[in-house]
């Protein structure tokens, strides 16, 4: 079946640095979703890419989807402390149960101001 | 509107115990979805309804049940509570599969303990 793996796990930055996640799935993705879950909050979805090497910013958020739609990243520009959190990716395959959203194990963000 | 409300908020259940899990929504989604979400660990959906009368499994459905006579109410049945299930549960809806659509929305989620 469909296996995500979302790196790294954990990233410490100092307030300013520049933070990337990445997601990678071992099969073709129909699109992906990203989310952010604050400590003791509950998901919250960010974006969600559909087409191959899709682009999209949010501010200081850059999201990309691969060329051949089996991976993707969130790059933060210039980290602030609103940023903590954990990021989770969540691809979608194509089809039946692969239709379903498989969410990554997240990275973990702390930012030290 | 006040989206996706679960309830309880906490909970503690002895070995062998029963509960449900209550979750609501109130944006008129057609798809619903539990999820579990064990320390350290990503979201693992159990079960998830397309509509009202319509359910299905996800990755993780052993232990639970669920039912969906209301396109607003998703509630979740643990049976014969095992200290496996000690967890974060989230409710989430969507309006559907339809790309563009399909964002998930969160309740605060419920914690539950077996001991």
């Known amino acids: 079946g469909q296996q995500v793996m979302q790196i790294p796990q954990y990233q410490h930055v100092q307030e300013g640095e520049d933070f990337t996640t990445y997601c990678n799935s071992s099969?073709?993705?129909?699109?992906i979703q990203w989310y952010k879950q604050r400590p003791g909050g509950h998901p919250v979805f960010l974006i969600q890419l559909v087409k191959s090497g899709e682009v999209k910013k949010q501010k200081r958020l850059t999201f990309q989807f691969g060329e051949a739609k089996k991976n993707s990243s969130l790059h933060i520009t210039a980290t602030q402390t609103t940023d903590v959190g954990t990021y989770f990716c969540?691809?979608?395959?194509?089809?039946?149960?692969?239709?379903?959203?498989?969410f990554g194990k997240g990275t973990k963000l702390s930012v030290k101001p | 509107n006040a989206g996706v409300t679960q309830t309880p908020k906490f909970r503690i259940l002895k070995i062998g115990q029963s509960m449900t899990l209550q979750c609501a929504q109130d944006?008129?989604?057609?798809?619903m979805y539990w999820y579990r979400q064990d320390p350290g660990m990503g979201l693992k959906l159990i079960y998830y309804s397309v509509g009202a009368g319509i359910t299905d499994k996800g990755e993780v459905p052993n232990g639970y049940n669920v039912s969906r006579s209301t396109t607003e109410d998703f509630p979740l049945r643990l049976e014969l509570a095992a200290p496996s299930q000690t967890s974060v549960y989230f409710c989430a809806s969507s309006y559907g599969l339809r790309l563009g659509s399909d964002e998930q929305y969160f309740g605060p989620g419920t914690r539950l303990t077996v001991t």
């Open positions: 099969t073709t993705l129909s699109n």
């Open positions: 944006m008129n989604h057609n798809y």
């Open positions: 969540a691809p979608r395959g194509y089809g039946g149960s692969q239709g379903n959203l498989i």
